[in-house]
């Protein structure tokens, strides 16, 4: 029996241009790898060198145990943040190969393009609210695997971008 892979069901037009959108991105088997700070720290240095060689900026991310929240925003006509979660899922695939094999990426991974304003500063501070629900911190501000890349999370919390 041959296993048909299933496509990405959003258009990669959606991706493309000045566009915001949130990926959530698993790790297999819902194994707990950003519960270590070097790990979490390794992965954030990744993000923030793809982010500073592309036309986008990450509002805000957050790592929980088991997966990601990742909120990026394109910068100008030439972004597409499709493309820049994909070379992320890369380069810390072949870390994670390098120096936690038995750790992978769950394929794909879940999105949804941010349509208003009004609803990214929900998604903000729900992404960040995650931890507090899981019951790993007490507030928001307590737990220590969320940021931004290319906006200080305080600006955009304030609804500074």
Not at 43 to 59: A, D, G, H, R, Y
Not at 93 to 108: H, M, T, V, Y
Not at 133 to 150: F, I, M, N, Q, T
């Amino acid at each position: 029996m041959v296993i048909k892979e299933k496509t990405h069901r959003l258009d990669r037009e959606l991706y493309r241009g000045v566009v915001s959108v949130s990926f959530t991105l698993c790790i297999q088997d819902k194994k707990r790898l950003f519960i270590e700070p070097n790990s979490v720290q390794t992965f954030i240095n990744i993000l923030t060198e793809l982010i500073q060689k592309t036309p986008s900026k990450v509002p805000v991310y957050c790592f929980m145990p088991d997966h990601l929240h990742l909120l990026i925003q394109g910068t100008s006509s030439e972004s597409d943040v499709w493309k820049t979660v994909v070379s992320f899922k890369q380069k810390t695939g072949f870390w994670l190969a390098s120096n936690k094999p038995e750790i992978k990426w769950q394929k794909d991974f879940y999105d949804h393009v941010v349509r208003n304003h009004e609803k990214f500063a929900v998604l903000v501070r729900y992404i960040l609210d995650n931890p507090v629900r899981k019951g790993l911190a007490r507030s928001w501000e307590d737990y220590p695997y969320k940021g931004a890349v290319g906006y200080e999370l305080n600006d955009v919390l304030n609804g500074i971008l």
